[in-house]
C-alpha cells in the first residue's frame, strides 16, 4: 500500500509527533509498503491531493491533528485514515466535554469545573490539594498540582509561572492521590481490545511531560502489580471509555488509583485518541506484552483504518 504518514504541526507536542511519525513510517517501510512522509504545513491538503495515498496514517499529536480539524479535513479528501473520526475526536480532547458524555454511562471521573484564571490571583476554586490543567492539551501540557506546600502562593500570584500565564480558562479537580494506572484499546468502538494495565512510577515530582518523554525518569510496570479486580475494573473502564466515545484504531486511558479506597477509588483521568508511537510510549510497549511487534501493531491500525476508516 501507499500510506501517507502525518507528523509533526505546530502543537506543544510537535517533537514527540515527528518521533511517533518516524517511527510508523520506519515500520511500514520494513513491511514493505510505499511511504511518503509529511511534516505537517498549512499546505497539507495539497500534499496530500498530490500524494494521493491509500490510507492516511495521523501520528500527530494534539491540535490541528487530534482535535476533530484535520479528520474533517481528511473526511471531505474522500481519504482513510487511521485513529478516531471528527465527532470522537471533538469531544475526546476536550477534557470536560470527555466528562459530560463518560459520567452520565458510569464511568467514575473526578468532578471538575472550569475557571477562568484571572480568578486564581483571588481565590482557589477547589480546596487544596488540586489540578489544574488546560482542557484541550495533551501529554500533560500545561498541568499544575496546587498543594499547601507549593510555590505557587496562597492564592496563586499573579508572578508564579504556571498554566494561568498561557490559558484563559483551565480546568480544576480535586488531586486524587494513589497509583498512575494506564489502559490501551485497540480495535474499532465495537470491537476493540484492551491490552495490559501498566503502572506508571515517575522517579520524582509526578508523570508530567518530562517525565514521559525522557528516557529513565520514569518506571513502567506492565503488567501493573495490583489486585485482580482493580485490574479488571481498569480493563472494563477503558474499553467502555473507547466505546461510548466511539474511537478506533487505539486508545489510551489514563487512571489514578487511591488504593485505600480500593475499587471505588478509580478514576479515569482522559481519554487519548491517538497516543504516542514513540520508543518509550504505552501502546507498542503493551502490545509487546501480548505478543505484538511495533510493526505489527502500525499495520493492525492500517489495516483497520482500510476497512472502515472515513470514505474513500
Not at 58 to 81: F, K, T, W
Not at 185 to 194: D, T
Request: net charge negative; hydrophobic share 40%; proline share 6%.
Amino acid at each position: 500500500m501507499h500510506v501517507a504518514v502525518l507528523m509533526g504541526g505546530w502543537s506543544a507536542e510537535r517533537a514527540v509527533s515527528l518521533t511517533s511519525g518516524n517511527g510508523v513510517a520506519d515500520a511500514l517501510e520494513s513491511l514493505g509498503h510505499r511511504v511518503t512522509r509529511i511534516d505537517m504545513g498549512r499546505d497539507v491538503a495539497a500534499r496530500l491531493a498530490e500524494a494521493a495515498p491509500d490510507v492516511v496514517f495521523n501520528a500527530l499529536h494534539g491540535s490541528p491533528g487530534e482535535d476533530g480539524s484535520v479528520q474533517g479535513m481528511l473526511d471531505l479528501m474522500g481519504l482513510r485514515y487511521t485513529h478516531s473520526g471528527l465527532a470522537t475526536s471533538v469531544i475526546a480532547i476536550d477534557k470536560q466535554l470527555t466528562k459530560n458524555e463518560l459520567v452520565p454511562h458510569g464511568i467514575r471521573m473526578p468532578a471538575g469545573l472550569m475557571v477562568a484564571s484571572e480568578s486564581l490571583y483571588a481565590a482557589d476554586p477547589l480546596p487544596r490539594p488540586y489540578v489544574l490543567k488546560p482542557v484541550n492539551e495533551g501529554s500533560s501540557v500545561g498541568v499544575a498540582i496546587v498543594t499547601q506546600e507549593g510555590n505557587y502562593g496562597s492564592p496563586i500570584g499573579r508572578d508564579a509561572d504556571g498554566p494561568w500565564r498561557h490559558f484563559d480558562r483551565l480546568l480544576a479537580e480535586p488531586f486524587i492521590k494513589g497509583r498512575e494506572l494506564t489502559v490501551a484499546v485497540l480495535g474499532g468502538a465495537e470491537n476493540g481490545r484492551p491490552l495490559a494495565v501498566t503502572e506508571l512510577k515517575p522517579r520524582s515530582g509526578f508523570y508530567d511531560y518530562d517525565s514521559k518523554y525522557t528516557d529513565g525518569l520514569t518506571v513502567h510496570i506492565c503488567p501493573a502489580q495490583i489486585p485482580a479486580e482493580i485490574a479488571s475494573s481498569a480493563l472494563a473502564m477503558a474499553v467502555k471509555a473507547h466505546r461510548v466515545l466511539g474511537c478506533r484504531g487505539t486508545s489510551r486511558s489514563d487512571f489514578r488509583w487511591d488504593e485505600e479506597h480500593g475499587e471505588a477509588g478509580l478514576y479515569l483521568l482522559e481519554v487519548n485518541t491517538q497516543p504516542g508511537m514513540t520508543p518509550l510510549s504505552l501502546v507498542p510497549e503493551q502490545a509487546r506484552h501480548i505478543g505484538m511487534s511495533y510493526a505489527q501493531l502500525v499495520q493492525r491500525i492500517v489495516d483497520e483504518a482500510m476497512d472502515g476508516g472515513s470514505a474513500a
